[in-house]
Nanobody, 128 residues
Framework: QLQLVESGGGLVQPGGSLRLSCAAS????????AGWFRQAPGKEREWVSC???????ALADSVKGRFTISRDNAKNTMYLQMNSLEPEDTADYYC??????????????????????WGQGTQVTVSS
């Protein structure tokens, strides 16, 4: 079964940048629809971004223009580049994947709760 491990979180000032990594093992990440989610203290988990096996991706409106999702197939790793960070971006960030072979609009996989395989999370704090 696919294993996911996030890294790259930390403390950053408003306006700063961070790049989160999601390293996959035991299977090939590019065969899965994968994504990033976050959960702020006292709030429900929310979807941030996703990418399907063909490379089509999507971003939540709250991060469009600031965040970018990508995948390096050679490294079996997914990334979330976060620029122009705001205090409201403070949260635990999780990468997740659906079962293999799910194609099409990755947002549909979010809506239908197909993300069943989760990493342990990495904390991002945006504060001056």
């Amino acid at each position: 079964q696919l294993q996911l491990v996030e890294s790259g979180g930390g403390l950053v000032q408003p306006g700063g940048s961070l790049r989160l990594s999601c390293a996959a093992s035991r299977s090939t990440l590019r065969f899965y629809t994968a994504g990033w989610f976050r959960q702020a203290p006292g709030k429900e988990r929310e979807w941030v971004s996703c990418i399907n096996p063909t490379g089509d991706s999507a971003l939540a409106d709250s991060v469009k223009g600031r965040f970018t999702i990508s995948r390096d197939n050679a490294k079996n790793t997914m990334y979330l580049q976060m620029n122009s960070l705001e205090p409201e971006d403070t949260a635990d960030y999780y990468c997740a994947a659906t079962p293999p072979g799910i194609l099409g609009d990755c947002v549909h996989a979010v809506v239908t709760k197909r993300f069943l395989n989760w990493g342990q999370g990495t904390q991002v704090t945006v504060s001056s």
